[in-house]
């Protein structure tokens, strides 16, 4: 069997896509687009929200965490629900989901109602992004192929973080409304062109039945934890409710270990974590995006509250990092090949560090050029590098019939780090919070969350160093073939 990329004798330097191929990548890199842009673009139109619909600050939160319950609380069943029912079925009806969503939270007259429509786009992206991304794995081969265009599949999401940003200052001028509608027609018009374009994927045959008791559990332990630690900084982290809570997490995902280790078709097999590099990438993963929402979060702030920016400035002033990633990602997947994923991951955690700790020069006056902007763009380049390499890693080397739940498995732990560590970011700043809220005070009480976001850096520095030591210590070779060559790959891995 031939690959769909090239002909029988094409050798693999000189790979051509095909169109149709094109067409597919960019139906997925169209829904991790949209993924992205509505994560970033609500935060900015929330104070219109609570102006129009008269909210309270404690439920326009839930504009916000609705989408992140729903997306965190499902990628697990997502991703499996991928590989069993078929990965093009379920990526097409998500997105349909998706679209109808965006179009209900543009013409909604209530908060209830928006949180709802809020939490049902959540729940559609938590199926989309695992199928996009086993689709891909699935469609472009383990190598210089796959690296591309996962590269590409990223910079997307990068890109659509960073516009949200920008297009959510423009849209909120004129009407939150066109914000929340913005997704909408983008998801249609990838859905008509994914009917067409993507390939079909049959169902897995070869499983032992469903696995409904790890998909209830795995799905309850999910949604109640971040519903916890986003509950966590309004009810006390020492409440009774919270570590009740806490608790009822504990018990939910041992038992959820307990049924995977014995069911024969698991949601989760827990076996793909006894590989070094795939617990390195679902580790890194939880460091730099949690990392990441924290510094973006105390930033924005810092910016609207004490420097008086507005909103479309302080989108512009994230706009170098986010324009970074989005020349520079497409060329990660070439370096990739070159050093392997651990050496990227390792020097890109290392810019992250530098610059999160470069930002802790920050005053009541500062200077854009000499102090926020090298923070910018030593993240920007931090993130160019660590999220293609994350995916790339997490991916490689995982049978096609897995791919959805490794994918799966990743997006939750990008979720669950961003959720938490935002938790625990935002309650240091607020038991640091000043009785008298003088503006020097607030900004004091800011430095030690930029502390704990640079300390969650380090940690994912610390995790994927320990991958460069074992390469160092296990040697090995990779035996290639030609794409006309009909013999099993024999592969041993050198790079995670």
């Excluded at 209530?110 to 794995?137: D, E, H, Q, V, Y």
Aim: hydrophobic share 50%; proline share 5%.
């Amino acid at each position: 069997m031939t690959s769909p990329l090239t002909t029988p004798t094409a050798p693999s330097s000189a790979v051509r896509w095909t169109p149709r191929l094109w067409g597919t990548l960019l139906v997925l890199c169209a829904a991790m687009f949209l993924d992205a842009l509505d994560v970033s673009m609500v935060g900015v139109a929330l104070p219109s929200i609570g102006s129009d619909l008269h909210l309270s600050t404690s439920t326009l939160q839930w504009i916000v965490s609705g989408y992140i319950l729903g997306y965190g609380g499902l990628l697990l069943l997502g991703g499996r629900t991928a590989d069993l029912l078929g990965r093009r079925q379920v990526f097409l009806v998500a997105l349909g989901v998706f679209a109808l969503a965006s179009l209900l939270g543009g013409l909604v007259d209530s908060g209830p109602l928006l949180i709802a429509s809020r939490f049902i786009k959540g729940l559609s992206a938590a199926f989309t992004a695992p199928a996009g991304l086993s689709i891909i794995t699935t469609t472009f081969p383990e190598g210089p192929l796959r690296n591309r265009a996962l590269s590409i599949y990223t910079t997307c999401a990068a890109t659509g973080f960073s516009m949200g940003l920008v297009l959510s200052g423009l849209l909120t001028e004129a009407s939150w409304r066109f914000t929340m509608l913005l997704p909408a027609p983008i998801a249609l018009v990838a859905l008509a062109a994914g009917l067409k374009l993507l390939p079909r994927s049959a169902r897995e045959k070869n499983h032992d039945g469903y696995d409904i008791p790890g998909a209830i559990l795995g799905t309850a332990s999910m949604l109640l934890l971040v519903f916890t630690v986003v509950r966590a900084p309004e009810d006390g982290w020492a409440s009774a409710r919270t570590l009740l809570s806490f608790l009822a997490v504990a018990v939910l995902l041992t038992a959820f270990v307990l049924v995977e280790r014995r069911s024969p078709s698991p949601l989760v097999r827990l076996g793909v974590l006894r590989s070094g590099s795939q617990v390195r990438a679902q580790l890194g993963a939880v460091a730099f995006f949690g990392s990441y929402v924290g510094f973006q979060f105390l930033t924005t702030l810092y910016m609207q509250s004490l420097l008086g920016w507005s909103a479309l400035h302080t989108a512009l002033a994230f706009l170098p990092a986010g324009a970074l990633v989005a020349v520079s990602s497409t060329k990660v997947g070439a370096i990739v090949d070159r050093f392997g994923t651990p050496r990227l991951i390792a020097t890109g955690f290392a810019l992250m560090v530098l610059g999160y700790a470069l930002f802790l020069r920050v005053d009541l006056d500062p200077v854009y050029a000499a102090v926020v902007l090298p923070s910018m763009l030593l993240i920007g380049a931090a993130c160019a590098l660590v999220f293609p390499s994350l995916n790339i890693q997490a991916t490689n080397g995982v049978e096609d019939h897995e791919q959805g739940m490794v994918s799966g498995l990743l997006n939750t732990s990008v979720q669950v780090g961003g959720a938490v560590f935002l938790a625990v970011v935002t309650a240091v700043v607020t038991a640091g919070a000043p009785a008298h809220a003088t503006p020097q005070g607030v900004l004091d009480s800011y430095r030690p969350g930029f502390m704990v976001v640079t300390g969650i850096a380090v940690a994912g520095l610390l995790i994927t160093l320990t991958g460069l030591r074992s390469r160092r210590t296990t040697p090995s070779v990779v035996v290639a073939r030609s794409a006309a060559e009909e013999t099993p790959v024999e592969r041993v891995p050198v790079r995670d």
